[in-house]
């Protein structure tokens, strides 16, 4: 679901490999292949089924950029998505070049996601799908038919290898790191997740608390939470106030009159009939004007003039602003094989009604869109359970860094709030995730995970 690729790292060191029977062998790194950025690869041999660890296996490649200073130790890099290759990804930037100063970089291709993601890993052999996002159902009869037609994209994909189908989690890849952090001889694991990787980090933290040494959460939402359905509404609202931002500049600009009336009137009567985008020969309804128009809101005041602009136009009669320059022309999702496995999914309509009513009162204006109401609905019907659904941090952490522009900042602090001594690095801007763009942040994020130095709090970038 998460779509944007981002970044995310873990503290490592040179040291051994954990062999099949419990040996110790040496990681073997050469030349990635086709390289022209120095960077090392290894292979790591790990469960498929992480509850049978003496069954079948998987390879794990490793990539390795090791530091140009003195070595202190080692950060490995994971990029959201799912899926995102961290091979491929770390060596297209230079984003690393301070923190290598004291350490490796270490990160690796993360499991099921392989030739078709640019991944060097074991992939699961199925083809991933884009397709737009389905309608809520009417009816338990409508109901019914969402489920078959979400567990035939599934099947598609889970008959060609079922066990790897079903251990695909967020929690899988946490044990993967774990795993990576032994291969490495490590004593403590340093983790910057970002996005979606950020999922991994905060699992890895429930089920290895005492293995963290310091963990970076950029940008990612909370999968911390014994409240999901309160967490829905806090995203919802979240939302409702990107939306608001570009509301008090249009009124401000004199760009819109009476706009959030107009906006809710507008969407209203899209739910009842979809607004024609005639230049595609298409209709939205309102759920998705709200995506799209949340997409430009969050983007910032550069992109609020064009937004106003196509607001007008749907309130005329034609919707062909909203369409997307290039891609799917509905709000779109890829095929749900690690979304599944962590998020809640509605049992039935009469809940995901009361869901849907629920996220409607908390955000008038963005209503469900661009939340996980609507992001589980392709999980309905899933033919495998959710096997790592969202639980709150342990006690006995060390202090954690958030990170975050807005709304993201929100999400992150609810993460981190639960460990005493953690704060967060905010942008009051637009963005998703800091480490790349945002040298500050940067700064603060590589003098933590070097040094256990956290930024003060209220610290903004």
């Known amino acids: 679901m998460m779509t944007s690729i981002v970044v995310a790292l873990s503290l490592l060191g040179s040291g051994v490999q ?6 110790a062998e040496p990681l073997d790194w050469a030349p990635c292949p086709k390289d022209t950025s120095g960077m090392e690869c290894a ?18 490649r490793l990539g390795r950029l090791k530091a140009t200073g003195v070595s202190e130790g080692s950060a490995l890099v994971a990029y959201g998505g799912p899926g995102g290759p961290g091979i491929s990804i770390t060596r297209s930037g230079n984003w690393w070049a301070g923190l290598r100063k004291r350490m490796d970089i270490v990160t690796w291709d993360t499991r099921g996601y392989g030739e078709q993601f640019g991944g060097l890993s074991t992939g699961l052999p199925c083809t991933w799908t884009r397709v737009p996002l389905p309608e809520f159902p009417r009816d338990d009869a409508d109901f019914g038919r969402l489920s078959d037609t979400n567990r035939g994209y599934a099947e598609a994909c889970r008959n060609k290898d079922p066990e790897f189908f079903a251990n695909m989690s967020s929690a899988d890849n946490a044990r993967d790191m774990e795993a990576i952090r032994k291969a490495l001889g490590s004593a403590g694991l340093n983790y910057y997740g970002a996005s979606y990787a950020g999922f991994y980090g905060q699992d890895y933290a429930r089920l290895f608390p005492s293995k963290v040494r310091t963990m970076v959460l950029d940008g990612t939402w909370n999968h911390a939470t014994a409240d999901w359905g309160a967490e829905m509404e806090k995203m919802a609202r979240s939302n409702d106030e990107a939306l608001g931002r570009f509301f008090d500049w249009c009124a401000a600009e004199g760009k819109c009159r009476d706009v959030r009336a107009r906006w809710r009137g507008l969407v209203a009567r899209a739910d009842r009939t979809p607004i024609p985008a005639k230049r595609a020969g298409i209709a939205y309804d309102g759920r998705d004007l709200q995506a799209f128009a949340l997409g430009a809101a969050r983007d910032g005041e550069t992109a609020w003039p064009e937004l106003a602009r196509d607001v007008r136009g749907a309130l005329a009669g034609d919707a062909s602003g909203f369409l997307p320059e290039r891609g799917a022309r509905y709000p779109d999702q890829s095929t749900g094989v690690t979304e599944c496995l962590d998020w809640p999914r509605p049992a039935n309509r009469a809940e995901l009604d009361a869901t849907i ?3 409607r009162r908390a955000a008038p204006d963005a209503g ?14 899933w033919p495998v359970p959710v ?17 975050g522009a807005w709304g993201e900042s929100d999400a992150v602090q609810r993460v981190v709030a639960q460990v005493p001594g953690s704060t967060v690095v905010r942008h009051e ?33």
């Open 387 to 403: 096997t790592n659904p969202p639980a709150p941090l342990p006690k006995g952490l060390p202090p954690l860094l958030g990170a």
């Open 43 to 60: 292979d790591l041999r790990v469960p498929v089924d992480w509850s049978k660890p003496d069954g079948r296996r998987i390879t794990l």
């Open 368 to 381: 469900t869109a661009n939340t996980l109401a609507t992001g589980t609905l392709g999980c309905v019907g």
């Open 18 to 23: 954990a062999g099949q029977a419990g040996r």
């Open 429 to 461: 801007g637009p963005g998703h995730t800091l480490y790349v763009s945002n040298p500050c942040a940067r700064g603060h994020i590589d003098r933590y995970l070097a040094d256990r130095v956290l930024p003060a709090a209220g610290t903004t970038c």
């Open 357 to 359: 009513a629920r996220l």
